[in-house]
C-alpha cells in the first residue's frame, strides 16, 4: 500500500502588531497567512490561553485589566485541519485607568 505523505501544515503568522488598546481592551493584528488549501482561522492566545478565534487577519480582545501588559501569540488553522506553529510574543499593554 503506498503511503502519501502529509502535506505541509501552513507557516506561522508573522507581523504581529498593536493596532489600538484602551483600558479594556487591546486590538492586534498581522499578516494574512498564504496557503495553498486556504485558512479556515486564526486562534488567538493571551498569556498562553486561548482567548478566541477570528477568520481575518485582526482580533479585538476585551474585558482585560487597565495598565497590564498582556502576550499575545497566534497560529493559522488550515481549511484542512493542519495548524500552523505560533507566531512570535506580542506585549500588548493596555491604557492606565482614568483617575
Given at each position: ?9 501552513p ?14 481592551t487591546?486590538?492586534?493584528?498581522w ?69
Open positions: 500500500m503506498l503511503k502519501l505523505p502529509l502535506p505541509n501544515p507557516p506561522a503568522p508573522t507581523g504581529l502588531k498593536v493596532d489600538s488598546t484602551t483600558v479594556t487591546a486590538t492586534i493584528s499578516d494574512p497567512v498564504v496557503y495553498d488549501g486556504g485558512i479556515r482561522e486564526y486562534q488567538v492566545y493571551r498569556n498562553g490561553s486561548s482567548v478566541g478565534t477570528s477568520t481575518t487577519a485582526s482580533f479585538k480582545d476585551t474585558g482585560l485589566t487597565g495598565d497590564t501588559t498582556y502576550t499575545y501569540k497566534v497560529k493559522a488553522i488550515a481549511n484542512n485541519g493542519l495548524e500552523s506553529e505560533f507566531s512570535v510574543d506580542l506585549p500588548a499593554k493596555t491604557t492606565p485607568s482614568a483617575g
